[in-house]
């Protein structure tokens, strides 16, 4: 008789532990979801049960700053090699190579880094919001995304940005798109002892990062996503993302939809990916 295929609730690296929400039929294409800032794992919780209606098993795990065991104090140690890394340590933990990666926000800067680094691990990446990183180095010179990511450089100074968040996150969230309802349930899961800071420091990590972290060419299967609603994130990156694709490449832009596509629009999102994960 076949052994069941267990859930994976955690997996380990470097010492640290990252919680990891596994659902959706066992035996099904996994699809590994990574949030972005200031959320977690359950800014899936619109689109997962879509997806396993598909037949996908999902694993979305609490990235490392967010999962309680995996928050080092040091700047450092968020680098982005370590955040593919554990993306990688993620996918070998499951053993369920090759996966289809889907990554918002900070998610999709990591996604857009393991599928360059890693195509043997990816079957089809899905980037939503975040262009690749060498477009959006690109876009900060030539449009208004420099103006656009102004918060990058002031996350850089020490205490001031988390006094603020703890006291005015909601009210940012709403300004930026999102519902009462999901803002309220970030800054909830902000209040978690040293939760905030490990956000922060994927932000603050940006100086001991290659400058050519996540800039190489992506040969798999890419749906980029980008919503014009996003106030911090311009079209030009999105659009000079092509460039940087050898494989086949689509691009969607959903109208009337803020940075936060997940919560969102979780059903154009099933939509879009029921065809991407499918070729």
Not at 93 to 106: F, I, Q, S, T, Y
Not at 151 to 169: C, G
Request: charged fraction near 20%.
């Amino acid at each position: 008789m076949t052994r069941p295929v267990p859930r994976l609730r955690r997996y380990t690296r470097s010492g640290l532990s990252f919680d990891v929400r596994d659902e959706g039929p066992l035996d099904g294409p996994v699809v590994v979801l990574l949030h972005g800032f200031p959320q977690d794992s359950t800014s899936w919780d619109g689109l997962v049960p879509l997806l396993h209606a598909r037949g996908y098993r999902t694993l979305a795990p609490d990235q490392r700053g967010y999962s309680p065991e995996a928050r080092p104090s040091a700047r450092s140690a968020y680098r982005r090699s370590e955040l593919a890394a554990d993306t990688v340590a993620l996918i070998d933990a499951a053993g369920a190579a090759p996966v289809h990666l889907v990554g918002h926000d900070w998610g999709a800067a990591v996604a857009w880094q393991v599928a360059a680094e890693r195509p043997d691990l990816i079957r089809t990446l899905t980037a939503l919001s975040v262009p690749h990183p060498a477009a959006f180095v690109r876009a900060l010179l030539t449009s208004s995304q420099a103006l656009r990511s102004w918060y990058m450089l002031a996350f850089q100074l020490p205490i001031l940005p988390e006094w603020i968040l703890r006291r005015t996150a909601d009210t940012i969230l709403v300004r930026s798109g999102q519902s009462l309802e999901c803002a309220r349930r970030d800054r909830d899961a902000m209040a978690m002892p040293g939760r905030l800071r490990g956000g922060l420091n994927w932000y603050r990590a940006l100086a001991f990062s290659s400058p050519t972290a996540g800039s190489g060419r992506v040969s798999v299967p890419t749906l980029h996503i980008w919503s014009d609603g996003d106030i911090v994130l311009g079209r030009k990156g999105a659009e000079l993302t092509t460039r940087y694709v050898d494989g086949p490449y689509r691009f969607e832009v959903l109208r009337g939809v803020s940075h936060w596509i997940p919560d969102e629009a979780p059903q154009q999102l099933d939509r879009l990916l029921a065809e991407h994960l499918q070729k």
